[in-house]
């Protein structure tokens, strides 16, 4: 099985911050990873897949990068809205799940 | 426009099976490269993919679950189904169906969820 770890669990910003998330895997996946954002009682919603391409109608303060076993995704300019959880998930074997990354306001 | 939507029972008593359906609208699971995954996640907890089926009906399997799950489409009636045996109460949670983009493995359309709660 293909582990997955997000660094760190939890994270304090205030608006107008620039936040970066770590996704680390247990061996190499290439580019096959996607990032999602999840809100209280809603279902995730893709923001990035292929390490860095941005889903339609993601806004472009959104970005990811990386290869391998090493991926960020960068909010640059945090808003309100994005205050959220946010998984990395791999899928070059099977699909699985970091354990997320609470972003919270400071 | 494509839409998911999970249905089944909010509640189960342990040992026994669930039966969740997800029922779609805006693709066709006979269209190359289309897929349909579960997810589940456990109240407060990380997201748990659990299985996919593709348009070829070709199915994966969460390890860790193999032995638990069958996943089966109906495309006659756009429905994916999934069984769980065996139901414990660490299997709480909230189950998603999500739509796998085609000729792409990530899930880009999700449903809504459907909380499922193990007690007796």
């Known amino acids: 099985d293909i582990q997955v770890t997000q660094s760190p669990s939890t994270l304090s910003a205030s608006v107008g911050d620039r936040v970066t998330i770590t996704c680390r895997t247990s061996q190499s996946i290439s580019t096959w990873l996607a990032w999602y954002q999840q809100k209280p009682g809603i279902a995730p919603k893709l923001l990035i897949y292929k390490a860095s391409t941005l889903e339609s109608g993601i806004p472009s303060r959104f970005s990811g990068s990386g290869s391998g076993t090493e991926f960020t995704l960068t909010i640059s300019n945090m808003q309100p809205e994005d205050f959220a959880t946010y998984y990395c998930q791999q899928y070059n074997v099977y699909w699985t799940f970091g354990q997320g990354t609470k972003v919270e306001i400071k | 426009q494509i839409t998911l939507k999970e249905s089944g029972p909010t509640l189960v008593k342990p040992t026994q099976t669930l039966t969740l359906t997800c029922t779609f609208s805006?693709?066709?699971?006979?269209?190359?490269?289309?897929?349909v995954g579960w997810i589940r996640q456990p109240p407060g907890k990380a997201l748990e993919w659990l299985a996919l089926i593709y348009w070829d009906d070709d199915k994966r399997y969460s390890p860790s679950l193999k032995s638990r799950l069958t996943i089966t489409k109906d495309t006659s009636k756009n429905q994916v189904v999934l069984t769980m045996t065996n139901m414990d109460p660490v299997d709480t949670g909230t189950y998603f169906c999500a739509h796998k983009r085609q000729w792409m493995d990530h899930l880009d359309y999700w449903g809504q969820g459907t909380l499922v709660t193990v007690s007796s």
């Open positions: 805006g693709f066709s699971l006979t269209s190359t490269g289309a897929g």
